[in-house]
């Protein structure tokens, strides 16, 4: 959360700024009413006293001998009394304009209301009162026009405004304390679940609970548990990942050494040179083993970066096929594609390649000399079909998921082999979206097919 050029860091100040900047807010707009709220109600009070002070010198108008007599009653005065030292002026005439007593400059108010004016460099508020006097004839009604400086009606102004001010505030401070107190119950169980993280060690993956953890903190522990177990799996299969690598290459770095071992004591020529043709089969199988794991690894999600190359699927496969026509020759097997044109997909182009390699690979290796093994290129629904036919013996439909399973051999098989082939197919396939399944071929054998998505119309042309 930022405010102004600043940001919050911490989850309780955040959600103390969220609770009292918007109270402070509203707190403002309320003050401004109060001020408004005190000025209308000292514009009352003095409106109020104006009019009871020129009351009360009206009252004391009467007739005495003949004349209108005007007295100005000291209470009429003191009633502004209050402190703020404000001056008074006063102002009685009759009905035509005749000044009975007071200040004639005066300036008067309408007879409904009040009006606020300057008056000898002072601002004034005046009422105006008009009032009968029995006996006084056409000079009647009289005028009486009072008016007061403004000291005690700002002192009052101010007075009721910082008093509602004052309570604004303590309101603001008392929500701003229960809001943190609050806060510190209800993000106990958040400290509790850290201290529960940070006491575990690192190799501590078990399910974290935290008593009395509210239903919005529950999807985070769930998701942390989720994750824990996550990494938990990973870590397991990492570790059988190791433990099935190091068997797999110690029978062949067993061999070699036997191998080599047999080469140095053998003295006639032509059994050395079969144990070093062996020596050297051996350590071929041994790097496409090396090979395969280094592929594994590579083709599983998060281990390289992702990249989105245009891999034209019928050459990648022309290329496979050109690479392994030495090995099908020398067993007799009939290498054939079958395509129609290019086929385009996106993804890493590298593992796409070593996906195909391990497919056809694998065709070679299981299929009976004088088979065949076929790729097939087509797109269907928008999606590239890569298909690739033996004529070995298949795989049962019981098996056939246990096959993607790393080094997972099917019992009594004859060839020889890692068992990763079809592991990194499908770690391939997952990785571009697609899918991979097995199933009976025409000729008696295994079909793999797997479907990626083709590659945009724009993506094509880039």
Same mark, same amino acid.
């Given at each position: ?357 391990? /497919? ?9 000399? =004088? #088979? *065949? !093994? $076929?790729?097939?290129? +087509?797109? %269907?629904? &928008? ?38 082939? /079809? ?9 571009? =979206? #697609? *899918? !991979? $399944?097995?199933?009976? +071929?025409? %000729?008696? &054998? ?17």
């Amino acid at each position: 959360m930022r405010i102004g050029r600043f940001r919050i860091g911490s989850l309780r100040l955040q959600l103390l700024a969220w609770v009292v900047l918007p109270l402070a807010g509203l707190v403002a707009i309320n003050l401004w009413t109060s001020q408004r709220n005190a000025l209308a109600t000292a514009d009352l009070v003095t409106d109020r006293m104006l009019v009871g002070s020129a009351r009360a010198i009206a009252e004391q108008v009467a007739m005495a001998d003949g004349a209108l007599d005007a007295i100005v009653p000291p209470a009429a005065i003191e009633m502004f009394d209050t402190g703020d030292r404000d001056s008074v002026y006063y102002r009685v005439e009759t009905a035509g304009g005749r000044l009975l007593t007071g200040y004639p400059d005066l300036p008067v108010a309408p007879e409904h209301g009040s009006i606020e004016a300057a008056y000898r460099d002072h601002p004034l508020r005046l009422a105006t009162l008009s009032h009968a006097v029995i006996g006084a004839g056409t000079d009647s009604p009289i005028k009486v026009t009072v008016g007061v400086t403004l000291a005690g009606h700002d002192a009052m102004v101010k007075r009721l405004w910082l008093s509602a001010f004052a309570q604004q505030l303590a309101l603001v401070a008392i929500a701003g304390v229960f809001v943190l107190l609050g806060l510190r119950r209800g993000l106990a169980p958040l400290i509790r679940l850290r201290d529960a993280v940070r006491s575990r060690s690192r190799s501590d993956l078990d399910p974290v609970e935290v008593p009395g953890a509210q239903s919005e903190i529950r999807p985070l522990i769930e998701a942390l548990n989720a994750y824990m177990e996550r990494v938990r799996a990973q870590m397991a299969a990492q570790r059988r990942f190791i433990a099935n690598a190091a068997h797999q290459l110690r029978t062949p770095l067993a061999l070699l050494s036997t191998q080599a071992s047999y080469a140095l004591r053998e003295t006639a020529a032509d059994r050395r040179q079969e144990a070093l043709v062996a020596l050297q089969a051996s350590s071929g199988k041994l790097a496409r083993l090396a090979e395969q794991l280094l592929t594994l690894s590579r083709a599983e999600p998060g281990s390289r970066r992702p990249r989105a190359d245009r891999i034209d699927l019928t050459e990648a496969a022309r290329h496979v096929l050109e690479a392994q026509a030495p090995a099908a020759i020398k067993r007799d097997i009939d290498l054939g594609l079958e395509e129609s044109g290019p086929v385009t997909v996106v993804g890493d182009g590298t593992m796409l390649r070593e996906m195909i390699v391990n /497919l056809v690979d694998n065709a070679l290796r299981y299929s009976r000399p =004088g #088979g *065949s !093994v $076929t790729v097939r290129l +087509a797109t %269907a629904d &928008g999606e590239a079909a890569l298909t690739v036919s033996d004529a070995g013996p298949g795989i049962p439909a019981e098996e056939r998921e246990h096959v993607f399973e790393r080094f997972y051999r099917l019992a009594g098989s004859a060839e020889e082999g890692s068992g990763l082939g /079809l592991a990194i197919v499908r770690e391939v396939v997952e990785n571009a =979206g #697609g *899918s !991979v $399944t097995l199933g009976d +071929a025409a %000729a008696g &054998g295994l079909k793999v097919e797997v479907r990626l998505p083709l590659a945009s119309p724009a993506e094509r042309s880039a």
